[in-house]
């Protein structure tokens, strides 16, 4: 199993934006925006890092978003300590919370999960999930991907890892697609380009390929993520950092 490369941070400092475009045909129309700061944490070998994501006005409409993802990140080896996602969608409201631990090779996540619908309790319930293997979550799959020796890898390679939630344990496979010159702030970056695949037991798809273009030098910057809807796609474009 490949091990993620340290390629210049020890504690990460990072405070990256990004605008959210909703495309589809001619339309090409600012839907939300995404915000994520990095900082050290109290433990010398640890960081946090927390997402904040919103629909734009218009969008609120139609489906509005607020989501707020927060971990504990181990910056030795990338891999998760706490996760927790507060996310307000439509008319629902859920929170998840994942405490980890490791054993050997086995890795526990001891999950909280609470969800409210129209403003009461749908949801409250505890669970324990567990895998073999290097195992993620939302927050720092984000920065164990970033650490990847894909300098060394060729077009098609994948690498396949364990990722939880609050509600479930899936297969998460990171797919090397080559290096793309992708434009961003006004400048073109050669990126290495990533298919993430998420897939359920049996190896059945648990939802649509993401795909991220991380620029090809030191600082492993995503410029921009990709994402299909049942109708266009959504694009997350780097505009500050």
Known sequence: MAAPCAFGWNVPRERLTYDVMYKWGLINKKAGSVSLVTRPHSTKNDFQAVL??????????????RDTLMGTINSSNFLPIYYEKIAHEGNELKHDIVRFSKKGYTSTGDCVRKVWKKGKVFRDETR?????????????????MRNLPFEKWTKGHTLTINIFSGKQKEKLSFKYQGIDNVEAKGKTYPCYHITFIFTGDGGKKTSDNMDAWIRADESRVPIRLEGKLPVGKVQCELVSE
């Open 52 to 65: 904040t994501a919103a629909t734009a006005p218009w969008a609120d409409n139609i489906f509005m978003l």
């Open 128 to 144: 324990e999930l567990e895998a073999v293997g290097t195992t993620v979550d939302m927050m720092s799959s984000f920065y164990y």
